[in-house]
């Protein structure tokens, strides 16, 4: 089974900065999109960034300009460099994958366990 596993999360101050990194694991022949998506408390969750597998992104509007998804495709990695940190980017941020394709399985969405980011003074 496809497994997401993230790092990179923590506690920042604001206008500071954070990456965090995803890998998929096991064997995968293709991964169409891989993304981001964030959970603060009492909130829905949300897309943060995406990028497909031929480098188009897609970003949630408060993050323009300050976050930078980028892929792997060899490697089935994904990361989001965040710059500029507020307070209100303060969830926990899922990994996700969309249509991924292994042996003898495909896999239309399969998310990873979390890792929690807290900007804060």
């Known amino acids: 089974q496809v497994q997401l596993v993230e790092s990179g999360g923590g506690l920042v101050q604001p206008g500071g900065s954070l990456k965090l990194s995803c890998a998929a694991s096991?064997?995968?022949?293709?991964?169409?999109?891989m993304g981001w998506y964030r959970q603060a408390p009492g909130k829905q969750r949300e897309l943060v960034a995406s990028?497909?597998?031929?480098?188009?992104?897609n970003y949630a509007d408060s993050v323009k300009g300050r976050f930078t998804i980028s892929r792997d495709n060899a490697k089935n990695t994904v990361t989001l460099q965040m710059n500029s940190l507020k307070p209100a980017d303060t969830a926990v941020y899922y990994c996700?994958?969309?249509?991924?394709?292994?042996?003898?399985?495909?896999?239309?969405?399969?998310w990873g366990q979390g890792t929690q980011v807290t900007v804060a003074s």
């Open positions: 996700n994958a969309e249509r991924v394709r292994a042996p003898a399985r495909y896999d239309y969405n399969v």
């Open positions: 096991g064997t995968i022949f293709s991964i169409d999109v």
């Open positions: 990028i497909g597998r031929g480098g188009g992104r």
